[in-house]
């Protein structure tokens, strides 16, 4: 049979995990693959949530824009933390994670044959979407530090261009964009009258002098910019399924079409739970981004001992995206490194053409133990080869 989705390429985690199999139940297999964060929420929320759950509210729908508790504390929240101005009655709503609110953007934006600019590499899930929806994306290349250039995304723009997509801090490079790209984006946006789409789920996870900066922080550029987030990474959340979309009223009504076709809401438990961690849990994530500094600062101190990675050092997130002297099929590559350590990490390629020659390295669950583990691995690996 012939399917509508024969041309999308399959989920690639999902491809490399069933290549791990062999190796998961292995006392020794370590996984550098997919981007986990290394903490769960406080015990103190996750106590409030099992209080909650003999309560009849909490097994039926929320209204389709979420619980009105969870967008005023998160309203207050990106405030505080982002500057961003958004109103919790009707430009925010919470989406069953940031994926969902990506694919609620782009359905709600761009229709087929139109296209979507997206610096690459890129992430692959945002790629498929747009293919879904019998849309185009067209890249724009970044510069040796994985920053966008702003005039490479304005050759692209076309008439059938609807919106430009940005990750910052980036998946899977994780590189910070700087302010002045930002706003030089925004205003190709204004001038051209088209949707950025901001994805910022790892907005806490900046190091070093960095600093995480939001277009919607404009107040000049409310109706052109759409603000994603998530509960997974800076919170600790990633199976409860909680984000957010944060754009204009209007944008926010549009918006709402395509979630009750999909969703109808995001999980409630999930918004119950969140709702928890913005109250109680923000000492967490400090904590966190603490241990990933240190993490960072150790694999990045490993990664240079190991001629054969070529360091890009980004100051975002909990990935290395290292270029692999010589290598021209990094598919193989990871493939031939699991088979031989027991280590999985992803091949560049998945991330788009401009990823060849690269790997993404994931850190973000890891022990400095273990850290120091796979580094031992992958210097042998590449050592004796």
């Known amino acids: 049979m012939k399917y509508r989705t024969d041309d999308i390429m399959p989920p690639p985690i999902v491809k490399l995990a069933e290549a791990a199999k062999r190796f998961i139940k292995s006392p020794g297999f370590l996984n550098l693959g997919q981007g986990l964060p290394g903490h769960i929420p406080p015990d103190d929320a996750i106590t409030v949530l099992k209080d909650r759950l003999s309560h009849p509210a909490t097994h039926v729908y929320t209204p389709d824009e979420g619980l009105l508790e969870l967008r005023e504390e998160l309203s207050l929240y990106l405030r505080q933390k982002s500057g961003i101005d958004a109103n919790p009655q009707d430009e925010i709503i919470i989406t069953a994670g940031a994926n969902n609110a990506f694919l609620g953007a782009i359905l709600t934006l761009v229709g087929p044959n139109q296209n979507i600019i997206m610096p690459t590499p890129y992430y692959f899930n945002s790629v498929m979407a747009v293919k879904l929806l019998g849309a185009d994306v067209k890249e724009a290349p970044v510069n040796s530090s994985f920053q966008p250039r702003v005039e490479d995304i304005e050759a692209a723009i076309d008439k059938n261009t609807r919106a430009i997509f940005i990750i910052t801090p980036n998946n899977p490079t994780g590189a910070v964009y700087e302010k002045r790209t930002i706003d030089g984006i925004v205003d190709l946006c204004i001038q ?194």
């Open 192 to 385: 051209h009258d088209i949707m950025l789409i901001s994805d910022e789920t790892y907005s806490r996870m900046v190091f070093d002098d960095a600093t995480h900066y939001s277009p919607r922080s404009r107040r000049d550029a409310e109706n052109h910019v759409v603000t994603l987030g998530s509960f997974s990474k800076d919170f600790g959340m990633s199976g409860w399924r909680v984000g957010f979309t944060i754009g204009s009223a209007e944008f926010i009504r549009e918006f709402l079409k395509v979630q009750d076709s999909i969703t109808i809401c995001a999980p409630t438990a999930g918004q119950m739970l969140a709702l928890e961690v913005l109250k109680k849990g923000l000492d967490t994530v400090e904590q966190e981004i603490q241990r990933l500094s240190r993490l960072r600062d150790l694999a990045y101190l490993r990664m240079r001992e190991i001629d054969a990675l070529e360091e890009i050092y980004t100051k975002g997130t909990f990935y290395l995206f290292p270029r692999v002297k010589g290598c021209t099929d990094s598919r193989k590559l990871v493939t031939d490194i699991l088979q031989s350590t027991g280590t999985l990490i992803l091949p560049g390629s998945i991330f788009g053409d401009a990823g060849e020659g690269h790997v993404r390295i994931s850190i973000g669950p890891l022990t400095p133990e273990a850290v120091d583990e796979a580094f031992d691995r992958l210097s042998k690996f590449f050592n004796d080869d």
